[in-house]
């Protein structure tokens, strides 16, 4: 079947320091793949996307590249700030089924 | 931009009253979407359609029905809320793509909280 797999929270860090959050996936085919934030009480905004392999998304100093041999998207930013503090989501949407898989979030707080 | 509506942010019902959630999006998507977001559990698709008139059951329908008479409303309900359904809701809309250059859009969800 289809799924995301991502690194367990909650992740604290410094402001300016380097953040990973790991990502996997299990799909057939050739799915495109999604990082989406959540600040607290909203809804949630993509973040970044690729939609092959060897694409890098990037979006606000974030980055994430597909990667088909390791089947992962791992986000990473190299100085984080305070208000990058948000719940992350990786998904990924493969055109069969028609059908979003959202992996079960990161939150991430940065502080001063 | 695309806009997708929530009808509300917050909402308190009593167990057993028939709870109607309400979407609306702007871009003349064909998908839209409702999740329930949970702690830990991330978000679990209930229902969505791909067409008015059109629904097809996710991973946790139990409990809930929807309804889509126009393309751009796709509702929600809970036949008979009970405690359990306490949740943040999401709703989302995308266009359908046969390649893969597609994204979902969210509302800014209703915390739904049953008493």
């Known amino acids: 079947g289809n799924s995301v797999t991502q690194m367990e929270g909650p992740v604290t860090l410094s402001e300016e320091a380097f953040l990973t959050i790991n990502c996997t996936y299990t799909a057939t085919g050739y799915p495109s793949l999604f990082w989406y934030v959540q600040y607290p009480g909203e809804g949630l905004q993509l973040l970044l996307k690729a939609t092959k392999a060897d694409d890098k998304g990037s979006n606000k100093g974030f980055e994430a590249t597909y990667r088909k041999e390791t089947t992962s998207f791992h986000l990473e930013k190299g100085s984080v700030q305070v208000s990058d503090s948000a719940v992350y989501f990786c998904?990924?949407?493969?055109?069969?089924?028609?059908?979003?898989?959202f992996g079960t979030g990161t939150s991430l707080t940065v502080i001063p | 931009d695309v806009k997708v509506t929530q009808s509300s942010r917050y909402l308190v019902k009593r167990t057993g009253e028939k709870v109607f959630l309400e979407c609306v999006q702007d871009m003349d998507h064909e998908n839209m979407f409702w999740y329930r977001q949970d702690p830990g559990l991330g978000l679990r698709l209930i229902y969505f359609s791909y067409d008015v008139k059109m629904k097809e059951k996710g991973d946790i329908p139990e409990g809930y029905s929807v309804s889509r008479e126009k393309k751009e409303r796709f509702s929600l309900i809970l036949e008979s809320a009970s405690t359990n359904q306490t949740s943040m809701y999401l709703c989302?809309?995308?266009?359908?793509?046969?390649?893969?250059?597609?994204?979902?859009?969210f509302g800014q969800g209703t915390r739904l909280t049953v008493v």
């Open positions: 989302a809309s995308s266009f359908w793509s046969q390649g893969k250059n597609t994204e979902a859009f």
């Open positions: 998904a990924l949407y493969r055109p069969t089924g028609n059908q979003f898989y």
